[in-house]
């Protein structure tokens, strides 16, 4: 997946960008230039590591240590992250499912050319927004049921912050900051 879009992202954004001195050839009476592909090929890695980086947060931060992290001070943003980090593989797991059952009642893909492929899609995807919204107003009901948010409310966390974790923290903090600096005096520029 990540060698595709890195592509494609190279590729596509000579289109979108104008900046640079090497002309490779014209589109149109527009210059394509070389430093266009290259910032392309930036944009394109720094892409694939933002999805590495969530998929390395999907599996580090589960929905407990997110209720852990965001709970107690900011309840309904932890309650939304531990949700939504519960969504995303339950969504695929529920559109297989979904489109399993379609193929079962005899809905293939063979023969149907790309309207069909498009309405049945659409079916698929519309079953699948329902039944998550659907499942979400019930998770909603059954924490409001159980107290989530009161001021009082206490829960129980198996987690402690080690000292190991305060010195991360802080190192994470001052890297952090740094790149904050870095930004803000116009050292980050690609």
């Given at each position: 997946?990540?060698?595709?879009?890195?592509?494609?992202?190279?590729?596509?954004?000579?289109?979108?960008?104008?900046?640079?001195?090497?002309?490779?050839?014209?589109?149109?009476?527009?210059?394509?230039?070389?430093?266009?592909?290259?910032?392309?090929?930036?944009?394109?890695?720094?892409?694939?590591?933002?999805?590495?980086?969530?998929?390395?947060?999907?599996?580090?931060?589960?929905?407990?240590?997110?209720?852990?992290?965001?709970?107690?001070?900011?309840?309904?943003?932890?309650?939304?992250?531990?949700?939504?980090?519960?969504?995303?593989p339950l969504l695929k797991q529920r559109y297989a499912q979904i489109h399993e059952a379609q193929l079962a009642m005899?809905?293939?893909?063979?023969?149907?050319?790309?309207?069909?492929?498009?309405?049945?899609?659409?079916?698929?995807?519309?079953?699948?927004?329902?039944?998550?919204?659907?499942?979400?107003?019930?998770?909603?009901?059954?924490?409001?049921?159980?107290?989530?948010g009161l001021k009082n409310r206490t829960s129980y966390h198996r987690y402690k912050l080690k000292n190991t974790d305060?010195?991360?923290?802080?190192?994470?903090?001052?890297?952090?900051?740094?790149?904050?600096?870095?930004?803000?005096?116009?050292?980050?520029?690609?």
């Amino acid at each position: 997946v990540e060698i595709p879009l890195f592509l494609f992202t190279a590729v596509i954004q000579p289109i979108f960008s104008r900046s640079g001195t090497t002309v490779l050839y014209y589109v149109n009476d527009n210059a394509v230039t070389l430093e266009a592909y290259i910032y392309g090929a930036a944009a394109g890695v720094l892409l694939i590591s933002v999805i590495r980086w969530c998929s390395c947060i999907r599996v580090l931060l589960c929905g407990d240590k997110l209720m852990y992290l965001f709970g107690r001070f900011i309840p309904v943003l932890g309650l939304t992250f531990s949700m939504i980090m519960r969504f995303i593989p339950l969504l695929k797991q529920r559109y297989a499912q979904i489109h399993e059952a379609q193929l079962a009642m005899g809905r293939k893909l063979e023969n149907v050319g790309l309207f069909g492929k498009m309405s049945l899609f659409t079916k698929e995807i519309s079953i699948l927004i329902s039944w998550t919204l659907e499942n979400s107003i019930e998770t909603s009901a059954y924490m409001e049921a159980r107290g989530y948010g009161l001021k009082n409310r206490t829960s129980y966390h198996r987690y402690k912050l080690k000292n190991t974790d305060i010195a991360v923290l802080i190192y994470i903090v001052v890297i952090f900051a740094a790149v904050a600096v870095g930004i803000v005096c116009g050292y980050a520029d690609m």
